[in-house]
């Protein structure tokens, strides 16, 4: 190449000096920024790469901003099973020990206790993260459960726990307290025992009638409505022989009666004497019959009622209003009707779909992969906790009644029974375990995203970054040609002809 | 031979020498003047009276005009190059810094993240508020992108008028000094400063088109473009240009004046004579030409590919897919589909068997509320196997059944209305020379609840937007300037969840939906984009396409400095030899001084010698 002198029109030596100042510019802006470009072009030929990671990484950010509050939300789920799981398990164990001995509120302590812890079940039904409620399924902004005193006392114009208990007592119990069958007295060797309404889901339902009495013929139940037919026949029974009538229970339990024979004139319990023929025994029959159905009416009786009226209330919500009895008169009511929302204490307030509680709430923690974690209130299993802890707590008995202790009796035992887990039905720690699946998911897709975050975040910085040792060393060696440049530039401009004329 | 025919020689050399003195006084002044060719001396002798004194026979231009040539040529690329380059960075620096919050895949990532949010807490007001206003930075960017595309496209369309005055300049001054060149004797030295004249106005007509040059013998010049149009010859012609003050997406260059909506470049001869210069695409380098190429190419395709990130994102959301219900009447077999729901844009997707052939065909029937807008191409869609037909839905539902008959004609489907809005596809039969395949239709959703999940998220304007075409041309065109979040939405943001009666606060499915078609949903996009060709369109994701389209910006804006890059050595390389020889050497002329000075001083010593000779002579 040849060597020119400078001026101006000579600019090629100045435009690559520009040139290689620019060059330095730009390198100066790279170490500044540690940023290769300013804009896609510069970026080379990775910067479509660039975007699809840029891509990647923004999908992982809002995935684990997903499971962040997904997280919470969890954790806030489970530490509420934990707790109702306890607090049903210390009712049930505080149900067994109990005696009945009540207070002038006609309750006894343990039914106190549960009261309270009824509260406490219902607060964590209620329990929120942030806005959410967690136990509405899709409904999650409305609180999940009634008050306790709204459940319980009704709220103004709506019925409450306690009134719809008393209402189907009434029903069930009937007007003579005899469960709603009829007794009427012997006609001959003969005597029946019938139901007083065809249909009706009040009272106590003939179930069977098995008789060892000798010579007598007992038919039924049979009919509309059912009743029971007990002909002595023309020989007396001998003392020993017995008849067994099965009772079902309006919650669903069955309880039998036996009475047996005894030559005794006083009989003691569940016993009818002989009298001189059949017609007589007959006579004595009937009444000790009487006698024990309306025993079993205020005892057993009351206490599946009781449970029957939880069963109708615990069930409802906003798509479907508690089954109440149709009156008033209650005592003579033969059918249930639908309550309304302005009626009823509806005890879930929260959204309640056919899809299944756990679809409720889904969320994506991955391109695929999505858990899924919504809850209701009223799924089984916390529905029966929250139903028979109530029920215990709402009922209540009188000092007067001779019934109350084994009424009470039968209450607890059935509660407890029902609080203790039975094959076959939701558990509280099966939804516990629904739950925990989907945080182990979640812990699985976190780990694998922070991963790939990582492997995405080192190749986005290889792209778009650059080492500052690489932008040293070329700003460098652009310094000494730089450098070199322009001194043969200033010698040049001195080695003219002109100076040594 | 006397001593006076010495002393008027020595005469005649001094006389050169101070005329030798003068040129290079004259090229050391000029020496930093731009476009000045360094000036050499002729000097012959004269025979007169047997001995030759000297004269100045004349004044040359030092330059090898074969370089000047080449390097006209390559500066006309130079140039075109150079403005190419610059034009792509502005084009780049629309696109945003990498990575930061600018860009339009961020702001994009954004609103799926926003959505993503929302199907995870659907009932939180919050999250439904950040997705609007998400989706509001996406729709203003948008908006922002193509009022700086189109910015981008004025300056373009200021830059050409510009070039066009600059060029007429240059043109008249050629012109003007080959009128002036007709005057001068050859080898004056007024015609060495006129020829530099005229290289510099050459010159600069190169770097704004690409010329080519004949000169006459009497150093006349014709100018041509590379195309064969003369620009100057005695006279020069004279180009002109229309600018349009703002530039809309809608502004387009074309053959026919009444659709052109942008300025055109016309020759207009020095007969009257005019014609359209990119008509007949005569400027093919330069400044002028790089300039057409973005306005009419470049930025063009980058608006198009706005527009098509709109549309496409717009109708993911808005759009749903209605299967026919199949039906038999006779031998005849076929489908019913409800046609009630279409908007202006919509399509009726027909799929058949020509059973002859045994080839599968697909033919899709597009809804127009306009007759002015048929008939529509088979590029309308951006399918690309299938025959698209308009169909005018203004004249009533038996107006369409004849329309699409007419359509369906050669096929052998048949069409009828048996109620309501309903139409009936049926196959020819026992005939079964065809059979119909499917038969489904997109219906663009015009609510926010009662319409199933799909959403108009995005409105075009107050307007709904469906893809439709009117005598205007296709919706699409420009949409990404006028994409906003429906107000109605903003008004009641409930309704991203809530799709109709009954649904409850925390229902995902809707979020979901909307998130699932703006990452995963396949998309066929028209090739108008530049992404994908019209017989293998572009299907992929909105993520992909967007990626591919930013990266097609950049990958070209790369190329475009890489080749200003490349143009700017050759040029600088050819400048460099043209220098060599034409440029001013200040050394070379301080010597030619010192010789032109020892020449002054022997002349001056032989007058001296023979006055001494005269003298001596007279003192005889």
Do not use: C
């Amino acid at each position: 190449m040849s060597i020119n002198g400078i001026s101006s029109r000579s600019s090629l030596m100045l435009q690559s000096m520009v040139e290689m100042r620019r060059q330095l510019d730009d390198l100066q802006r790279q170490l500044g920024t540690g940023r290769r470009s300013v804009t896609y072009a510069g970026l080379g030929i990775n910067r479509g790469l660039a975007i699809s990671v840029n891509n990647q990484l923004a999908a992982l950010k809002s995935y684990n901003a997903s499971m962040q509050q997904v997280s919470v939300r969890l954790d806030l789920a489970q530490t509420a099973l934990g707790q109702i799981d306890s607090v049903t398990h210390e009712v049930k164990t505080a149900i067994f020990q109990s005696k009945f001995a009540i207070d002038p509120g006609g309750q006894t302590a343990e039914q106190r206790n549960a009261g309270n812890q009824l509260e406490l079940v219902l607060g964590l039904l209620n329990t929120t993260a942030g806005d959410r409620y967690l136990f509405s399924g899709l409904g999650f902004d409305t609180p999940s459960v009634e008050s306790s005193v709204h459940i319980l006392e009704g709220d103004g114009a709506r019925a409450g726990l306690k009134q719809m208990i008393s209402e189907r007592r009434q029903a069930d119990l009937g007007a003579a307290g005899m469960g709603r069958l009829s007794i009427p007295a012997a006609v001959g060797a003969t005597l029946s025992v019938a139901e007083d309404a065809a249909g009706s889901p009040f009272g106590m339902k003939l179930a069977a009638v098995n008789s060892t009495l000798t010579g007598a013929t007992v038919t039924g139940p049979a009919g509309a409505p059912a009743s029971v037919s007990i002909d002595l026949g023309a020989t007396n029974p001998a003392a020993g022989d017995s008849i067994r009538l099965s009772f079902t229970l309006p919650d669903g339990s069955t309880t039998d009666l036996t009475l047996t024979a005894t030559a005794s004139a006083s009989p003691g319990a569940n016993e009818f004497s002989l009298g001189a023929n059949a017609a007589a025994t007959a006579g004595n029959l009937q009444a000790a019959l009487t006698t024990a159905v309306a025993g079993i009416a205020g005892s057993e009786l009351a206490a599946a009622s009781a449970l029957a009226a939880g069963d109708a209330f615990f069930s409802a919500d906003l798509n479907n209003p508690p089954q109440r009895v149709n009156g008033p008169p209650f005592a003579t009511a033969t059918s249930l009707v639908a309550g309304t929302a302005a009626n009823s204490v509806i005890w879930y307030t929260g959204e309640a779909g056919a899809d299944p509680a756990r679809s409720t709430a889904n969320a994506r923690i991955d391109a695929s992969i999505s858990v899924s974690y919504g809850l209701r209130a009223n799924e089984e299993a916390l529905q029966s906790a929250v139903k028979n802890i109530a029920v215990f707590a709402a009922v209540s008995y009188s000092s007067g009644d001779p019934q109350a202790a084994a009424s009470y009796g039968a209450l607890k035992q059935r509660v407890a029974a029902n609080l203790a887990n039975v094959p076959g039905q939701q558990k509280i720690s099966d939804i516990a375990a629904e739950i925990a699946s989907a945080q182990t998911a979640m812990a699985a897709a976190s780990e694998r995203h922070q991963q790939t975050d990582a492997t995405l975040a080192d190749l986005m910085e290889s792209i778009t970054t650059v080492s500052p040792e690489e932008v040293g060393a070329k700003i460098l060696a652009l310094q000494t040609n730089l450098q070199a440049s322009l001194q043969t530039t200033a010698l040049l401009l001195q080695t003219s002809l002109i100076n040594y004329l | 031979m006397s001593l006076s025919q010495a002393l008027s020689t020595a005469v005649s050399g001094l006389r050169v020498s101070q005329a030798g003195l003068a040129l290079i006084a004259a090229n050391v002044a000029n020496a930093e003047t731009p476009g000045y060719v360094r000036k050499s001396l002729d000097q012959t002798t004269i025979a007169a009276g047997g001995l030759g004194s000297v004269r100045v026979s004349a004044i040359n231009r030092e330059l090898d005009q074969y370089i000047q040539r080449q390097l006209r040529t390559e500066t006309s690329g130079g140039a075109y190059a150079d403005l190419r380059a610059r034009f792509y960075e502005r084009l780049q620096q629309l696109y945003g810094d990498p990575g930061s919050a600018t860009t339009l895949e961020t702001t994009y990532n954004n609103f799926t993240g926003a959505l993503q949010a929302l199907a995870t807490s659907p009932e939180s007001s919050t999250a439904r508020r950040e997705v609007l206003s998400a989706a509001q930075v996406l729709a203003q960017h948008l908006n922002g992108m193509t009022t700086a595309i189109q910015g981008v496209r004025t300056d373009a369309e200021f830059g050409l008028a510009d070039a066009v005055a600059n060029a007429n300049e240059a043109m008249q001054q050629i012109a003007r000094i080959n009128q002036q060149i007709g005057s001068v004797r050859p080898g004056e030295s007024t015609m060495a400063a006129l020829l530099d004249q005229r290289d510099v106005y050459i010159q600069r007509l190169a770097e704004l088109m690409d010329v080519r040059t004949v000169e006459n013998e009497y150093h006349q010049l014709s100018v041509f473009t590379t195309s064969g149009v003369q620009l100057v010859g005695v006279d020069a012609s004279r180009l002109t240009f229309d600018p349009q003050g703002t530039m809309s997406p809608n502004a387009f260059w074309s053959s026919d004046p009444a659709l052109r909506s942008v300025g055109t470049i016309k020759l207009i001869s020095p007969t009257g004579g005019d014609m359209d210069l990119i008509a007949n695409k005569a400027i093919r380098s330069g400044e002028i030409a790089a300039l057409l190429e973005m306005r009419d190419q470049v930025l063009v395709q980058a608006q198009a590919q706005m527009d098509a990130i709109a549309a496409a994102m717009s109708r993911a959301l808005s759009d749903r897919n209605i299967d026919g219900t199949a039906v038999t009447a006779g031998a005849q077999a076929g489908f019913d589909i409800d046609v009630g729901g279409l908007s202006s844009g919509n399509t009726i997707n027909i799929s058949y068997t020509d059973t002859l052939t045994n080839t599968l065909r697909h033919i899709t029937l597009v809804r127009v509320n306009d007759s002015n807008a048929l008939p529509l191409s088979d590029s309308d869609t951006a399918s690309p196997d299938d025959r698209v037909v308009g169909i005018d839905f203004s004249g009533g539902i038996a107006s369409v059944v004849a329309q699409i008959n007419a359509a369906l004609g050669p096929s052998g489907l048949q069409v009828s209305n048996p109620a309501g809005t309903t139409l009936r596809f049926l196959d020819d039969g026992a005939g079964n020379k065809v059979n119909l395949n499917a038969l489904s239709a997109t219906e663009t959703a015009t609510v926010l609840t009662g319409g199933g999940v799909e959403l108009p998220l995005f409105m075009d304007a107050q307007a709904v937007y469906t893809g439709s075409f009117s005598s205007l041309g296709s919706q699409q065109v420009g949409f990404a300037g006028r994409i906003a979040v429906n107000s109605a939405l903003l008004a009641d943001p409930s309704r991203l969840v809530i799709y109709g009666a009954g649904i409850p606060t925390g229902d995902a499915t809707r979020p979901n939906f909307l998130y699932d078609r703006l990452t995963t949903g396949m998309l066929d996009f028209s090739p108008e984009s530049g992404i994908g060709t019209l017989d293998a369109p572009f299907s992929g994701s909105l993520p992909s396409f967007l990626r591919q389209i930013v990266s097609q910006q950049g990958e070209a804006a790369a190329a475009a400095e890489n080749l200003a890059e490349g143009q700017a050595v050759v040029v600088q390389a050819l400048q460099q030899r043209f220098n060599d020889s034409a440029n001013v050497n200040v050394d070379q002329e301080m010597a030619n001084l010192l010789n032109l000075q020892n020449a002054y001083a022997a002349n001056a010593r032989v007058m001296s010698v023979v006055k001494e000779m005269l003298d001596a002579l007279l003192r005889l």
